[in-house]
């Protein structure tokens, strides 16, 4: 019988995370602070960070052990097996061999908890008591509330109120982890207890959700803030992930020649990435490839400039591929996809020509997690999907020329607590609407004054 | 839909891509302080005409608090937030947040 799951046991989870930042072959540009416009230094950060992650955070140190406590909650979920999605190269009549490794193992079904276990464990370590995030629809949010009950810290979770309200599985997830999930606007910051004032009915919004779980970290005791995705630190954890697959794919006896996963903030995909990012730095040849959302072309037609991380511009300026803060995509399916910047780090890897950014319309996506469902089995999470529409579109290519590629892909995560999304396929109510040139060109408009950074780019717009 | 500048019922639900749920549009016309969301024309434009809709509906002053950069909420910066949050802390060093 053919090996379907190729598993690493878990005297082989990897001891070290692999930092990119080593090997750029263009050094990264630091993030300047709004305010100056001169680079962020560690004492900018630290009301929110504990210092060990902004050490992480600024780190060119090519391997960081990853610690016995964080090791010890790994394995729950790691590593994670490796599958040869042989139903989908038949369906497909592909030549082309297809692995994904399957990160939707993880308690919460997601790579989430990769960082948000490691980020648990430096506040630990550091005297934090208490971690606040914001959450939309829950993703995040359940992932950090699960590796802070492992580690015996308070979760507060600031949960943008309509999604509390509609979305009540993963809030029912993070309290079951012991999370204190709370409704935003609430009345436990002062920027929640503003907007109330002003509207008692407020359904709140991500932005709200945002300031409140910053302002908590800042004012409250042995309290810092965690975030999920864009930074180095979390790119950094995520490595696990890929470092896990060139063990596996060894024994397997393949090497990839496309690596393919679905990029919003970046984490998922430099997870299963950078480590053959590194392979390809040294020479080897690989087709790494990020898809997002055609109608969010951040990594396609974005330049590569200085932007805020946010939309009411409280983060760092970060060099980046952008479309502006405001830059507003029209209706995608995808709730992970909703950056408007890719991570730096991403950024620059694209700018040097080692990651090919590719965009697919919504429709090809769920298409393509419904093939995939049908052959392999699992029920993909939307964004997922949109790695998988590009795996479909290599092995039919690879079927074209007659090659025996390899393709290997992250699954990132599953859908059914999702299901929303796929009810609106199946009721014809999704469409693709690609976004007008025009309306990029004023998203840009938003950037224009602020610094470039030393490899700007202009826009493919 | 019908391309018109009558805004779809509660019955039309959208997915939004930043908090990632289907969500309709009388959230997005209000999810501001009670004024639309910054993203709502791109994200309506295709189901209806939002922008001549929410012409009628807002004042000049609430259409620009609405879409155009205020300066005033985009330079709340995480900065100015901290050394808030840090006089906070210094007045009532017991409070959490």
């Known amino acids: 019988m053919q090996v379907k799951k190729i598993f690493l046991p878990e005297s082989e989870l990897p001891r070290q995370w692999y930092n990119i930042m080593a090997d750029m072959p263009t050094p990264m540009e630091p993030p300047l602070h709004p305010g100056t416009g001169q680079p962020v230094g560690p004492d900018d950060l630290a009301p929110i960070f504990p210092m060990n992650l902004i050490e992480q955070e600024v780190s060119t140190q090519r391997w960081i052990d990853i610690p016995q406590e964080v ?55 550091a005297g934090t008591k208490r971690i606040c995030t914001e959450t939309g629809a829950g993703q995040w949010g359940s992932a950090l509330a699960m590796c802070c009950a492992l580690f015996g810290l308070e979760c507060k979770v600031f949960m943008v109120k309509i999604s509390f309200n509609q979305k009540p599985y993963r809030k029912l997830m993070m309290q079951t982890w012991g999370a204190n999930c709370v409704a935003s606007p609430s009345t436990e910051t002062e920027a929640g207890r503003k907007i109330l004032a002003q509207d008692p009915d407020s359904p709140g919004s991500l932005g709200i959700a945002i300031s409140e779980a910053v302002e908590a970290a800042v004012t409250g005791k042995d309290t810092k ?90 983060t760092p300026l970060l060099p980046m591929h952008t479309l502006g803060h405001n830059f507003i995509p029209a209706p995608i399916h995808a709730g992970g996809l909703r950056y408007h910047g890719m991570a730096p780090i991403i950024s620059q890897l694209i700018l040097d020509n080692l990651i090919r950014p590719i965009a697919v319309h919504q ?99 | ?74 330079t709340a910066s995480l900065v100015e937030l901290i050394e808030q949050a840090k006089e906070r802390t210094r007045k009532s060093p017991d409070t959490g947040g």
């Not at chain 1, 139903?87 to 908890?113: C, D, M, Q, R, W």
């Not at chain 1, 995520?238 to 470092?243: R, S």
């Not at chain 1, 590629?405 to 396929?425: C, E, T």
């Open chain 1, 71 to 125: 090791l010890e909650k790994y394995v729950i979920w790691r590593p994670t097996p490796l599958y040869r999605a042989y139903e989908l190269e038949k369906h497909l009549k592909t030549p082309a061999k297809i692995y994904f490794k399957n990160e939707g193992v993880s308690p919460p079904g997601s790579h989430k908890p990769n960082t948000a276990i490691a980020q648990a464990y430096y506040n630990k370590v």
């Open chain 1, 225 to 314: 803030y965690s975030l999920g995705s864009v930074l180095n630190h979390v790119m950094l954890h995520q490595t696990v992930n890929g470092l896990e697959t060139q063990k596996q794919m060894a024994i397997a006896g393949d090497y990839p020649d496309v690596v393919i996963g679905c990029a919003g903030g970046g984490s998922n995909f430099a997870g299963i990435c950078l480590p053959f990012v590194c392979d390809k730095i040294h020479g080897k040849d690989i087709d790494i490839i990020g898809v997002e959302p055609s109608s969010c072309p951040t990594m396609t037609q974005g330049p590569f400039a200085y932007d805020f991380g946010d939309t009411v511009q409280m």
């Open chain 1, 363 to 461: 429709m090809e996506t769920f298409q393509a997690g419904i093939t995939f469902a049908n052959t392999e089995g699992f029920i993909s999470a939307p964004e997922t999907n949109h790695a998988i529409a590009v795996v479909i579109r290599e092995a039919l290519k690879a079927k074209e020329e007659g090659k025996e590629k390899v393709i290997l892909f992250n699954w990132s995560g599953h859908g059914l607590v999702d299901m929303a999304a796929y009810q609106a396929y199946f009721e014809g109510r999704l469409a693709d609407y690609p976004l007008p040139a025009e309306d990029i060109k004023r998203a840009l408009a938003d950037i224009a004054p602020l610094p470039k950074p030393k490899q700007y780019t202009a826009s493919k717009i």
């Open chain 2, 1 to 74: 839909m019908k391309r018109d500048s009558t805004p779809p019922d509660d019955a039309n639900k959208i997915r939004c891509p930043r908090l990632g749920h289907q969500i309709t549009f009388s959230y997005c016309r209000r999810e501001n302080y009670g004024l639309p969301c910054f993203r709502t024309m791109e994200c309506w434009y295709p189901h209806f005409l939002v922008e001549d809709y929410l012409r009628k509906e807002l004042s000049p002053e609430e259409w620009d608090k609405a879409f155009t950069c205020s300066d005033k909420t985009k």
